[in-house]
């Protein structure tokens, strides 16, 4: 009987180890996101840019026969170049200065503040994110309406003599996207200012530094990463803003979101709509890259 089992024993171990397809397996790994994104980004671009460049006839599909009409129509159109690109860009552009300028601060100071201390408001931005853009955005037109709880306060305090107009307006767009975005600067710089070893500036400090030269010449700087993360994420969102124009601006604030729904919804034109949408991501890629490239020479001394 021992002999036996000693015998299969032998023949288990002599047996050639079952080869795991690890190969197949990794392949499967990276091969399913890429398909992801093949599909379900790079898909529809392709369908975009192929009915931008498609005929529209009222009453019938789009009829794809590779026109640039489109792009004439809206780059050579005064009109859209100032109340669609324009409006877009400075819109975008001012929000996500404010959204740097006001998120900074603030993840400045949960970063200075102990490490036991910071996970609560850290959360609270957090939690910001998990409620429904709709909701906050009723939230503020029940604070800025013409009837809402902002124009009596002042009316109330004598600071106005009458109330302000800020819905339906430019003002209206510019703080709805600014506080929509201010979470998404905040999380970013939260764990670059965090990080800055303060080592860095006890010494800053020992040698007669004052908090202000020190923040200049030790945290702005290792603080960069973190400024073209949010202030990247915030633009692109902004720009490309559909909900906030729609409800805060009532359709009269028309950015390229909100001019791209009106055509393709209301008027049907969806080789016009493409166009715009188009006209919107090259125009972001363009800013983007742009920016990097400013902000890698500007600031390569800094970080040096």
């Not at 379900?40 to 009915?51: E, Q, Y």
């Not at 998990?130 to 037109?141: C, E, P, Q, S, Y």
């Not at 603080?223 to 729609?246: D, K």
Request: glycine share 8%.
């Amino acid at each position: 009987m021992s002999i036996t089992l000693l015998s299969s024993q032998k023949a288990e171990l002599a047996a050639p180890e079952k080869v795991v397809p690890w190969r197949l397996l990794s392949f499967g790994v990276v091969a399913a996101p890429l398909l992801f994104v093949l599909v379900f980004f790079f898909g529809p671009m392709i369908w975009l840019v192929l009915t931008s460049l498609s005929t529209y006839q009222i009453g019938s599909v789009p009829q794809l026969t590779f026109t640039i009409q489109n792009y004439v129509d809206y780059l050579g159109d005064p009109f859209y170049l100032v109340t669609s690109l324009w409006t877009t860009v400075r819109l975008a552009l001012i929000s996500t200065l404010f959204a740097l300028g006001i998120g900074y601060v603030i993840a400045y100071y949960i970063a200075e503040l102990p490490a036991n201390r910071r996970g609560f408001l850290t959360g609270l931005v957090v939690v910001s994110l998990a409620v429904n853009i709709i909701i906050r955005i009723f939230g503020l037109n029940v604070l800025l309406m013409n009837n809402g709880l902002l124009n009596p306060s002042l009316l109330w305090l004598g600071v106005v003599d009458r109330p302000l107009r800020i819905m339906y307006t430019e003002t209206g767009v510019l703080i709805g996207l600014v506080q929509i975005a201010v979470p998404y600067v905040v999380l970013p710089l939260i764990g670059v200012l965090a990080a800055i070893d303060p080592a860095l500036k006890e010494a800053a400090a020992s040698v007669g530094a004052s908090p202000m030269r020190t923040f200049w010449n030790v945290t702005f700087p290792l603080s960069i990463p973190g400024i073209i993360a949010g202030s990247l994420i915030v633009f692109t969102l902004n720009a490309a803003a559909f909900a906030i124009p729609a409800m805060m601006g009532g359709g009269r604030v028309r950015m390229m979101g909100m001019l791209a729904y009106q055509q393709a919804s209301i008027n049907g034109n969806f080789p016009f709509a493409a166009t715009v949408g188009i006209c919107l991501f090259a125009m972001s890629l363009i800013i983007t890259v742009v920016y990097l490239y400013v902000v890698n020479h500007k600031f390569k001394a800094l970080r040096s």
